[in-house]
């Protein structure tokens, strides 16, 4: 079993910054990938970008490239997404996601690749 808790979120102005927070226990060894999602209201959860645990380069969706970066801290066993130059499009829950399975990048976006969710930190960015 794996457990995950975000934290981090909270209310920005647009243009303003957060840095998430992915605390990872119990069986981490068994975590191939990670992932950060995010649901506004009224809309389907998306994923916003993902990371192999132990190394490569992060991949994110378009609309946030540029603007996020995902960075781990293994001693820590820690999942980090700092968002920079925040846009009220970018108000959403927030979850990081494990996956216990190796995925090929193409599949690193589907939610259902994901064996383990947090409960999510709410993001408010207000114009």
């Known amino acids: 079993q794996v457990q995950l808790v975000e934290s981090g979120g909270g209310s920005v102005q647009a243009g303003g910054s957060l840095r998430l927070s992915c605390a990872t226990s119990?069986?981490?060894?068994?975590?191939?990938?990670m992932g950060w999602f995010r649901q506004a209201p009224g809309k389907e959860r998306e994923g916003v970008g993902s990371i192999y645990i132990g190394g490569g380069s992060p991949d994110y969706v378009a609309s946030v490239k540029g603007r996020f970066t995902i960075s781990q801290d293994n001693a820590k066993n820690t999942l980090y997404l700092e968002m920079n130059s925040l846009k009220p499009e970018d108000t959403a829950m927030y979850y990081c996601?494990?996956?216990?399975?190796?995925?090929?990048?193409?599949?690193?976006?589907?939610?259902?690749?994901?064996?383990?969710w947090g409960q999510g930190t709410q993001v408010v960015v207000s114009s």
């Open positions: 119990g069986y981490t060894a068994g975590i191939s990938c």
């Open positions: 996601a494990a996956a216990t399975r190796w995925l090929p990048l193409w599949r690193r976006s589907r939610q259902a690749e994901y064996n383990y």
